[in-house]
């Protein structure tokens, strides 16, 4: 399996910008589809955003859509969820995952490998 490491979350205010990263070692990440995924507390795990392996085709909850975008670079093995227009919704631990079975999906079980995830706080 690809190890994970997300890092980038903090403390920021309301409609200020916040950008993650996902670094992975182990395995070549331009083989796998990576989510992002989120958990505030008491809340099921929620889909977020999603990128092929090549990062022609992207994913978004329609929560986020249009304020996030997500990206990868695979020479750095690395990928990328840009926050824009952050609301206090949007507070939570956010995870990246990625699953080998070539296909995105919203359903996080999908997903084999999984980041330690990184706190997104947002003050109103």
């Known amino acids: 399996q690809v190890q994970l490491v997300e890092s980038g979350g903090g403390l920021v205010q309301a409609g200020d910008s916040l950008s993650l990263s996902c670094a992975a070692s182990?395995?070549?990440?331009?083989?796998?589809?990576v989510g992002w995924f989120r958990q505030a507390p008491g809340k099921e795990r929620e889909f977020v955003a999603a990128?092929?392996?090549?990062?022609?085709?992207?994913y978004y909850a329609d929560s986020v859509k249009d304020r996030f975008t997500m990206s990868r670079d695979n020479a750095k093995n690395t990928v990328y969820l840009q926050m824009n227009s952050l609301k206090p919704e949007d507070t939570a631990m956010y995870y990246c995952?990625?699953?080998?079975?070539?296909?995105?999906?919203?359903?996080?079980?999908?997903?084999?490998?999984w980041g330690q995830g990184t706190q997104v706080t947002v003050s109103s």
């Open positions: 182990g395995r070549t990440l331009s083989n796998y589809v």
């Open positions: 995952a990625a699953n080998g079975r070539g296909y995105y999906y919203s359903d996080y079980r999908r997903y084999d490998s």
């Open positions: 990128i092929s392996w090549s990062g022609s085709s992207r």
